[in-house]
């Protein structure tokens, strides 16, 4: 194999596991949601479901809550624990549930 086939079979591995490990920690991530909010985003209580909402309404809540221009008793301190990266991730993986 050649330096840069080589090169390029390291990088696509890398960007593999970079993603697998995306995935890993935007599920972790995800749990902490789901005492309210249910499994995986599916509600079963009197909470919203976060599962299938769209990425961009949900980052765009969660930038509301940080603000404080949506208040709400415990969202606004929870949104403020979270950096717009671990937002992504949720928002991504809230989408991608059915």
């Known amino acids: 194999m050649s330096f840069s086939r080589l090169a ?3 990088f696509l591995l890398l960007g593999c596991i970079n993603l697998q490990a995306e ?6 991530l995800a749990s902490s949601c789901a ?3 249910g ?3 599916h509600s079963v209580g009197g909470t919203p479901s976060l599962a299938g909402l769209d990425r961009l309404y949900f980052i765009e809540q969660m930038r509301l ?7 709400a008793t415990v969202m606004m301190q929870h949104a403020l624990g979270y950096s717009e990266e671990e937002i992504r991730l949720m928002a991504d993986y809230f989408a991608a549930q059915k």
């Open 8 to 10: 390029l079979a390291s």
């Open 65 to 71: 809550f940080q603000t404080g221009e949506r208040p």
């Open 39 to 41: 499994t995986k985003g």
């Open 23 to 28: 995935g890993r920690n935007a599920a972790l």
């Open 35 to 37: 005492a309210c909010h």
